[in-house]
């Protein structure tokens, strides 16, 4: 048996993941997500701070001696949009490397799609006809059309859900109702129109990844009785629509005591919320399938193909 190590340090979270693997399949040994907000930094001020570079190494510090109790064969490290534009971003992965003992890589908004459509398709097939996937995380919005299992064009989008709420007043905690949509709404139109222009049109099945959708399907079952087990969720528009305009009528802290969110998903599932609808929109379906499994699935995916070529060779 082989084992590896996985992150995906995103623009809201780190999420990290050890994996037991061979030819027959793979399973998870270790899995954390530690909410280290580096895109509040970068989208604000341009660069990661001082205290979040030491929580961040702190974290793979911790990382790093799980992955060796489990003596792994490698690990396997992205970084997306933040790190990517953060202007102290070389520096902040080489005191990664040097104080924690990981290597991680800042990787294109094309990577970032090329490990989206391999994530959907441990759960869904996609060799046959349209889809657009469509990935929200904290800094971008990763969308990627596929027709009969081909990859037709991919484009990154800076209109993530931390972002946004960056663009928007600053105490965006305290709007609520239609003060809060209208202002994420004003600063989400521009990519809207650019995002219509460039994947709109009739597609057959749109595919949704993220935290966030996942926890408004999951939301959209509880509320409607539906079974919210299976691998892959589905729900309307109308449904996101619903419980979207229900939590943004919500103070942040009622939404977290009502609905059981954390404080980083709490804020960030209203704007997210808003993109999924419009990006089904743009799509012309009226249902999103939810696959749940994310850009660390897609990693996954591809560590497992290369050890285990290797070791073939």
Request: aromatic share 4%; glycine share 10%.
């Amino acid at each position: 048996l082989r084992h590896a190590g996985l992150i995906d340090m995103g623009s809201n979270a780190i999420r990290t993941e050890i994996i037991e693997f061979d030819e027959h399949g793979s399973r998870t040994m270790d899995k954390r997500r530690t909410p280290i907000r580096l895109g509040d930094d970068v989208f604000s001020t341009g660069a990661i701070s001082e205290e979040n570079i030491r929580r961040a190494v702190h974290s793979m510090r911790e990382f790093r001696v799980a992955c060796d109790g489990y003596r792994v064969d490698a690990i396997r490290g992205v970084a997306t949009s933040a790190v990517r534009e953060a202007s102290n971003g070389p520096e902040f992965l080489e005191r990664l490397r040097l104080d924690a003992g990981v290597e991680i890589h800042a990787i294109t908004g094309d990577t970032e799609a090329e490990f989206l459509h391999c994530a959907v398709q441990t759960r869904v097939d996609t060799s046959h006809g349209s889809f657009l996937l469509v990935d929200l995380g904290g800094g971008s919005v990763e969308l990627v059309r596929v027709r009969d299992g081909k990859v037709l064009a991919a484009k990154s989008f800076a209109c993530g859900a931390v972002r946004l709420l960056n663009q928007i007043d600053r105490h965006a905690d305290e709007l609520t109702g239609d003060g809060l949509t209208s202002a994420i709404r004003a600063a989400y139109e521009p990519i809207e129109s650019t995002m219509r222009r460039d994947f709109g049109g009739v597609t057959d099945h749109c595919i949704a990844v993220g935290g966030n959708i996942e926890t408004i399907v999951e939301l959209v079952a509880l509320e409607h009785e539906l079974g919210a087990e299976l691998d892959v969720l589905s729900c309307t528009v109308a449904q996101i629509e619903e419980i979207t305009g229900k939590l943004a009528a919500l103070p942040q802290l009622e939404r977290m005591t009502r609905f059981g969110l954390r404080p980083d998903r709490a804020d960030t599932i209203v704007p997210a919320g808003i993109v999924y609808a419009s990006v089904a929109a743009i799509a012309g379906t009226t249902h999103l399938a939810v696959p749940r499994v994310g850009i660390r699935s897609g990693i996954r995916e591809r560590t497992i193909e290369e050890l285990l070529a290797a070791d073939e060779s």
